[in-house]
């Protein structure tokens, strides 16, 4: 039995101030001029065709919505978290968190069936469907990958919504590293570094950060109140992120590379509810993998993946009376699999991508109630992408996938285009449309939450659907802008009946919406951005009774920024100022049908603001300052719960859970070399 004793709770305003003024002094450090090579890993040439690593880049090449946030851009705002970047630097792209280091609700084109991908290895929990931003630390991240809409075709089940690849930093032939700690409020620390060098033809990176966080109080205090709490605990956490990654040339005709990753991520998480004094999970998780690159020929290229994910965690309560009701129970999953993607291109410019995947999934859960299964998925895909001699600028792609899974089987399919108006991307359009598929998760299929579930249902179908997505787009060295929509029909959509019990959806349910976004660059090193989404649900029941709700999703979103990089007195100096804005979120607490009757409740409508700072003292140091919810604004971005409040004749009570993050300060010291 273990007892976990909290750490008294940190008030942020004073230490605000402090940190402040610390980045002030940073500013008035004399420029130093350093002969080493800054603070960014140096540039790792990229050998021979790497299909998978170009795949996002060339996917946005025929017609497909990608933007990709450079993790220098990422390290220089100071982030502290990277669904705070994602939620800062990805127009359209929401997130929804509970706090940091914790679970998050998103949504990409109104929906959320997001596959989440770590160096193209999937990190998606199978128990519950959902995508975890915490596997590897904020430092190892190279870029960020995000394509919008469905990617079905090449990432298969959960990526109806889009793909968030999240790719990791190489490791240099030459020494090369970076140390760094960064303080702020609620007791918030992070203390982190890297180093890599070669031997030869063979190159070496390890990595490795330690964070942690106090936290704030989830809930409001009327909650607290109705569970007869007088000891409210805090959301904390503590987190150690390890990397170690090698590659290497062989000896072999044409261009090769063989790599080999491991990732462990391992902490204690606070999950606190109202009714409990301590909730925690203890887990470990790893990624491996071994992949080999290989261009034979000027016409033949291909790639061998074969990778494994773990992610066990164990759950703890204590409750009021500081009892031990559930002590370390298990929950989690085992998951790997091989990828083998071939490429054949033709001397006139055609090019044929052949693919086979397969995965091997087991996972269990003794809390949640979710019997132990074993699934296997095998999926072989191809894409054709033709070369148009009478107008080569114009790019056009059509493929297909065939799943064979342990519950169901479906066929998938997908065309997109670009097509340049004029050169340089200075006016294009792309589309992209096809037919996407969600296999039902652990949860959905086995669960046997008792007595009001929710239940299982193993004879769930799988959901399907058609996606569409066009936008037209200009981009100068001046400006960029975008003006596009999404629509998207599900059939046999995943929701509850009255008993609580999975089911599909009766009838056709419909997604739409549109984006408008631009950026605006009127002075060197300012940039000016803005997006704005708008989100639309439909569903029409077999009985002609029509829903315009779907749970959890935001109405509307808008993103403004104001960026500026530049230099003062001989150093680099960078400030950004984000708002963001939810619009109203629609939610039905008694289950997750689309179906009436329904009883719905309404939140959000809010905006956040921060901001961002950074200044090089020197060519190696870098000092950042990060301002988050500069306004204290107090928001719930998770949603509502219910509690019954005995003093009213109204069947429940319903308040915000969890609160989101308060007012945050971080201020953070890096050197590199």
């Known amino acids: 039995m273990i007892i976990r004793k909290m750490m008294p709770r940190a008030r942020f305003r004073p230490m605000a101030f402090c940190l402040l003024a610390a980045f002030s002094v940073s500013l008035s450090v004399p420029p130093q001029v350093s002969a080493q090579s800054g603070d960014v890993l140096p540039p790792t040439v990229v050998l021979g065709r790497q299909i998978e690593e170009k795949l996002s880049t060339e996917l946005a090449e025929y017609g497909h919505q990608v933007v990709v946030i450079q993790g220098e851009d990422i390290a220089k705002m100071g982030y502290s978290d990277l669904n705070e970047a994602l939620a800062k630097l990805a127009p359209g792209f929401h997130v929804s968190p509970k706090s940091r280091a914790d679970y998050s609700r998103y949504f990409m084109n109104g929906r959320s069936e997001i596959l989440f991908l770590i160096d193209g290895v999937r990190v998606n929990n199978r128990l519950f469907g959902s995508g975890y931003m915490d596997t590897i630390g904020i430092h190892q991240v190279e870029r960020v990958e995000i394509l919008y809409g469905g990617e079905s075709l090449y990432y298969g089940t959960e990526s109806s919504s889009g793909v968030v690849n999240v790719v990791t930093k190489k490791p240099t032939q030459e020494l090369s590293g970076q140390v760094g700690v960064s303080y702020g409020t609620k007791r918030f ?79 204690e998480f606070g999950n606190f509810s109202p009714a409990m004094y301590q909730q925690w999970n203890d887990r470990v998780e790893y990624v491996g993998i071994a992949k080999w690159d290989h261009d034979v020929t000027a016409n033949y290229s291909y790639y061998i993946k074969a990778y494994i994910h773990t992610w066990w965690s164990d759950y703890t309560q204590e409750n009021l009376a500081h009892a031990i009701p559930t002590d370390h129970l298990k929950w989690g999953f085992e998951d790997w699999g091989v990828n083998f993607l071939n490429s054949f291109r033709f001397d006139r410019g055609d090019e044929i991508i052949l693919g086979l995947d397969f995965q091997s999934y087991w996972g269990k859960d003794y809390w949640y109630k979710i019997e132990p299964m074993h699934e296997k998925v ?48 200075k006016l294009y359009f792309r589309v992209n449309i096809g037919t996407n598929f969600q296999l039902p998760n652990a949860e959905q299929l086995f669960v046997n939450q008792t007595p009001n579930g929710p239940f299982g249902n193993r004879d769930l179908k799988p959901q399907r659907s058609f996606a569409a997505s066009a936008a037209l787009v ?26 609580n019990t999975y089911q599909n959806v009766d009838g056709k349910s419909t997604i739409y919406g549109f984006t408008i976004g631009g950026a605006i660059r009127p002075l060197e090193g300012l940039s000016l951005n803005a997006s704005y989404s708008r989100n639309y649900f439909k ?31 001989g150093r680099d100096f960078g400030i950004g100022v984000y708002a963001n804005w939810i619009g109203k979120t629609h939610q039905r607490l008694t289950g997750f049908t689309v179906a009436p009757p329904a009883r719905w409740y309404t939140y959000g409508d809010y905006w956040l603001v921060d901001v961002n700072l950074y200044v090089k003292p020197t060519d190696n140091i870098r000092v950042t300052l990060s301002l988050a919810n500069i306004f204290d604004k107090t928001n719930a971005p998770y949603g509502l719960a219910r509690i019954n409040d005995p003093t009213t004749t109204v069947g429940g009570f319903v308040y915000t859970a969890p609160l989101g993050p308060p007012f945050t300060a971080t201020l953070g010291v890096s050197y590199s070399f």
């Open 189 to 267: 620390y992070d203390a982190y570094g890297s180093l890599s060098f070669g031997l030869d033809r063979h190159r070496f990176l390890v990595s490795a950060s330690y964070d942690g966080w106090d936290g704030y109080l989830p809930f409001p205090k009327r909650a607290y109140q109705l569970a007869n709490n007088n000891e409210p605990a805090n959301r904390d956490y503590r987190r150690l992120n390890i990397g170690l990654k090698y590659d290497t040339d062989l000896y072999l005709a044409g261009r090769n590379n063989f790599s080999l990753s491991l990732f462990r991520s391992s902490g």
């Open 378 to 425: 095998w999926a072989v895909f191809v894409q054709y992408r033709p070369f148009f001699s009478f107008w080569e600028a114009w790019k056009v792609a059509i493929g297909a996938r065939y799943n064979i899974a342990d519950a169901a089987r479906s066929f998938v399919w997908n065309l997109s285009s670009k097509m340049p108006f004029l050169e340089d991307d």
């Open 539 to 569: 569903n029409v029941a077999g009985n002609g009774t029509v829903t315009k709700r779907l749970n959890f999703q935001p109405s509307a979103q808008a993103k403004l920024s104001a960026q500026y990089d530049g230099n003062i007195d």
């Open 474 to 499: 200009s981009s100068t060295s001046l400006y960029d802008i975008e003006f596009g929509g999404f629509y998207e029909r599900v059939t046999d959509m995943f929701g509850n009946d009255a008993s």
